[in-house]
């Protein structure tokens, strides 16, 4: 029951897995560097717990006791841990902690191979430039294809969102020499970047880190060496930063922030229509007590506030004391933290989860590999994810192990999806059920008569989860579904829920959002010009070509966006609604009702739902003539 790849993952179900008394159902991938394996893997299938390579079986019936030992078998969840990049590790319990998987592991693997064949050599060079004055919302992706266009060769970058710089990585001195003579005076969004040249070596960034990591101790001892905070306290302050105030003030500070962000995009449309005078929407223009662009509901709660996330990402690595631990790490790494702090008392782990973990550290303490070291670059073990479900359903198909096809079942809404492992699905399930029906709610209220349907667009759909969950519970109401994502396997993925769940109605066209949804531009429904589009995008919303197509595709009068960040998104409703241009053609929206709804107790974080309609009262052509 142990995969092994050293590229990309392998996703396993075996048929024998269902024999151990467990609660949890079926995937689990461990994933190691590709040169501690030498490029070979493991993979399991069949009856009998057989553990298979390439070229040999593993035999291992001490799995099924180890399982048995740790697991109760009469808890109901299931769950699978998921893979990700770079040395990830997942299993779906983990305990593997077996001798004789320990002598298969020493037949192959070379101890004394290095971890990271790219990492830097103590004392060698990164030749680096610092690129200043770039937006902060400009991506990695961006910026790769700005100095691409002025033949800057191979390099990486290095962003954050909150920065308004960024750091550009060559492979030779001669190429960031060639860079810096090839970036003067280049402007990059109407701004004129600055580059200097700042390299580091390998020691520098040890002794940088080092020093973080020493000042970052003040903050757990006191000058006699007493412990201030515990390392639990600071974690909790980190993860869950509500956690003290009571679950009403929580609300409340919520609805605070999504008014502080409504009221600052008000602002921004106003002073976009300063100088126009031939329109001026009222909705931003008229004064208002609460200064709000739309009527905002009361925030919704979430239906549970402990142990709500279904997946959740852990770290690898040593707590305070050296000792290997599996948890989150207390900080981050670019202010010297590598440590790493158990979620026992994590308020957001389900308890699953929280055994899952000890499982898996269990095994590891006795593994004869080391864990992965940030400072040092070496190690193998590095990533723990953890997927759990509420559904207490199955798919008992028996799986061979293929790469990336296996997959879990949700149920929400009445609806039943299949996951793959690096598939999106809301981490809290009950809560995302509620601002689920929330958008039907809204939905439901656009029907001009009972006789009207709704033609659905589900921009960027991903799998389709909320065209299938709003189409199944709206029935008859919902006339047809339109899905548009970019990822082909996603698609699929789409296809199949909707067979799954009974949609025969609905459509998923492959490909960029902005460019199908021109060939919808004069789209209409021939029993009712209601058409409503609907996205809920990763947290810095979509890019901007999205929303200048959904300005002009005329068949889109409706529009809901489901934000997970209203301070990054907020980019998103601007450019929705402000006024035609050459650069922002097509008639703009306005915000008609807003709703926070909670998919995060005692974090900061908050789900924003809001419903945006045509402005028909925008004088298009004379307003562009003008602009123009």
Excluded at 221 to 228: D, K, L, R, Y
Excluded at 516 to 534: D, M, P, R, W
Excluded at 586 to 592: H, N, Q, S
Aim: positive net charge; charged residues 30%.
């Amino acid at each position: 029951m142990l995969v092994i790849r050293t590229l990309n993952s392998f996703i396993l179900r075996s048929k024998s897995f269902a024999k151990f008394p467990l609660p949890i159902s079926n995937l689990f991938v461990v994933k190691m560097s590709d040169t501690d394996v030498n490029k070979k893997h493991f993979m399991s299938s069949g009856e009998d717990d057989k553990l298979e390579t390439d070229t040999s079986i593993l035999a291992s019936k001490k799995i099924k006791k180890e399982f048995e030992d740790i697991v109760d078998p009469n808890e109901t969840k299931k769950h699978f841990m998921s893979s990700g990049e770079d040395d990830k590790l997942e299993t779906d319990t983990s305990i593997l902690a077996s001798k004789k998987i320990k002598k298969e592991f020493e037949d192959i693997v070379d101890p004394n191979e290095s971890k990271e064949e790219s990492s830097q050599v103590e004392g060698s060079t990164q030749w680096r430039l610092r690129i200043k004055n770039v937006p902060k919302f400009a991506s990695t992706k961006m910026i790769k294809e700005l100095l691409a266009k002025h033949s800057c060769g191979d390099v990486k970058i290095k962003k954050s969102h909150e920065w308004d710089f960024c750091y550009a990585f060559f492979k030779t001195q001669e190429q960031q020499l060639q860079a810096i003579d090839k970036l003067k005076n280049v402007n990059f969004k109407n701004r004129t970047l600055v580059v200097n040249i700042e390299n580091i070596t390998e020691q520098d960034r040890q002794s940088l880190f080092n020093q973080r990591h020493e000042q970052r101790k003040k903050n757990f001892f006191n000058p006699n060496g007493e412990i201030q905070r515990s390392p639990e306290e600071l974690l909790a302050d980190q993860i869950t930063p509500l956690h003290k105030l009571s679950y009403e003030d929580q609300l409340k500070h919520k609805e605070d922030l999504i008014k502080k962000s409504l009221s600052k995009f008000r602002n921004k449309i106003k002073e976009l229509y300063k100088d126009r005078p031939l329109y001026k929407p009222t909705w931003a223009i008229e004064k208002s007590d609460s200064n709000l662009p739309c009527i905002l509901q009361q925030t919704i709660s979430s239906p549970i506030l402990e142990g709500y996330r279904n997946k959740c990402e852990f770290t690898i690595g040593r707590n305070l004391n050296g000792e290997i631990r599996i948890g989150f790490l207390l900080g981050s790494f670019k202010d010297g933290i590598n440590t790493v702090i158990e979620p026992d008392k994590s308020l957001n782990v389900s308890e699953l989860a929280k055994k899952i973990v000890k499982a898996m550290q269990d095994y590891i303490v006795k593994s004869p590999y080391d864990v992965y070291d940030t400072k040092n670059k070496k190690g193998t073990w590095r990533m723990l994810t953890v997927r759990t479900q509420i559904s207490d359903d199955a798919d008992d198909k028996p799986f061979d192990c293929i790469s990336g096809t296996q997959f879990i079942f949700e149920k929400m809404m009445d609806c039943r999806f299949r996951i793959s492992p690096r598939a999106f699905f809301q981490t809290n399930t009950l809560a995302a059920q509620v601002l689920y029906e929330k958008c039907c709610e809204y939905i439901k209220d656009l029907f001009i008569s009972e006789k009207d349907s709704v033609t659905l667009i589900d921009m960027c759909c991903g799998t389709g989860t909320i065209g299938i969950a709003l189409s199944k519970n709206l029935g008859d109401k919902i006339d047809k579904v339109i899905g548009i994502e970019l990822c082909e396997e996603a698609v699929e993925d789409a296809k199949f829920n909707a067979t799954l769940n009974g949609i025969n109605n609905s459509e998923y066209i492959l490909g960029p959002v902005e460019k199908n949804l021109k060939t919808l531009y004069s789209y209409k429904q021939a029993k009712t010009g209601t058409v409503v589009a609907i996205v809920d995008p990763p947290r810095a919303g979509v890019h901007k070509n999205v929303i200048k197509a959904l300005r002009e595709c005329k068949a889109i009068d409706y529009f809901l966006y489901v934000s997970c960040d209203c301070n990054l998104a907020a980019q998103n409703f601007i450019d929705l609604c402000r006024p035609t241009t050459n650069n922002f053609p097509g008639t703009p929206f306005k915000p008609v009702r807003a709703v926070g709804v909670d998919l995060f107790p005692h974090a900061k974080q908050v789900e924003l739902l809001i419903e945006f309609h045509r402005d028909n009262d925008y004088p298009t052509k004379n307003v562009l003539k003008s602009d123009s």
